[in-house]
């Protein structure tokens, strides 16, 4: 691997989903569709309460025709066990924690270099270039130079991806995530949650609170209350180089340059 690339352990649970029914159960539970989901893709999906409310941003990522990977924030791989047990019954599926790692590579080659590998993944932030493996730690490879969990996060913050437990809340109503354009699917029918997705996208209703990127030299540090024209309109979550992730206030008005997460990642992805 070439010196140019960087590499970091990202902080990331690995839930391990397999068995004959793996590909049906996951379709049926999570917001995404994941009926053209080929082995060795990834795609990104919410997990939600029957209630509708957040229980995780996920990736699923399909290694082999019955055996798929949910990777989520560090500290939400029990959570996601916990809701997707309840609705197991009689299928065939398994599911537990797995020891694998999320590594993720930035620059070029990087991407070039795992195409074709099963266990390869998409990012919804970083370069073009750049890509998640999701495998065993030993056998994954470290060349290039190793960065910083810190540095990791400024990455993901200066592109404007949001963290569950951090940016966004477990509990949250889906339309604060700023995530549902590249999460949810409109067309695929049933999954617990879905009516709440449906009900406020149909009938256009602010959420009561949601999640902006701003510039990062407009905001204060983070937990620091953040003001436009004069009011306080929400507060700073996460702060990067360039960027900052504020929850902002329903109803507030704010910059027009601060943009959604969603529609500012596929803005950073097509610039980088």
């Known amino acids: 691997m070439t010196g140019s690339i960087e590499w970091c352990d990202s902080p990331r649970d690995v839930v391990l989903v397999q068995g004959d029914d793996a590909a049906e159960f996951l379709h049926s539970q999570l917001a995404q569709d994941l009926r053209q989901l080929a082995v060795g893709s990834s795609i990104h999906s919410l997990l939600l309460e029957p209630t ?4 995780a941003i996920v990736r699923v990522t399909r290694h082999l ?44 080659g990087a991407g070039k270099r795992f195409l074709g590998l099963v266990g390869a993944a998409t990012r919804w932030w970083g370069g073009v270039d750049d890509v998640d493996v999701i495998g065993d730690a030993v056998t994954l490879s470290k060349g290039g130079f190793e960065i910083s969990h810190n540095e990791y996060e400024k ?14 809340e477990v509990g949250d109503l889906p339309a604060t995530t700023g995530v549902l354009a590249v999460a949810v699917s409109f067309t695929k029918g049933c999954y617990p ?3 709440l ?29 953040v003001e436009f ?44």
């Open 52 to 55: 509708g409310h957040v229980v």
């Open 65 to 108: 025709d019955t055996v798929f990977t949910l990777d989520a924030d560090i500290g939400l791989g029990d959570a996601i066990i916990a809701r997707l047990s309840k609705y197991v019954l009689r299928s065939k599926v398994a599911m537990r924690r797995s020891e694998w790692s999320v590594r993720s590579y930035f620059g070029a």
């Open 155 to 168: 990455r993901r913050i200066d592109a404007g991806w949001p963290r569950v437990a951090v940016d966004i």
């Open 193 to 195: 949650g879905q009516e």
């Open 197 to 225: 997705v449906e009900r406020m996208d149909s009938r256009g209703s602010s959420a009561p609170k949601q999640l902006l990127v701003a510039h990062a030299d407009e905001v204060g540090d983070v937990g620091s209350t």
């Open 229 to 272: 024209g004069g009011a306080e309109v929400g507060v700073v979550t996460s702060k990067g180089q360039s960027r900052a992730l504020v929850r902002v206030k329903r109803g507030a008005e704010v910059s027009e340059l601060w943009v959604r997460p969603d529609r500012f990642a596929e803005t950073f992805l097509r610039q980088s």
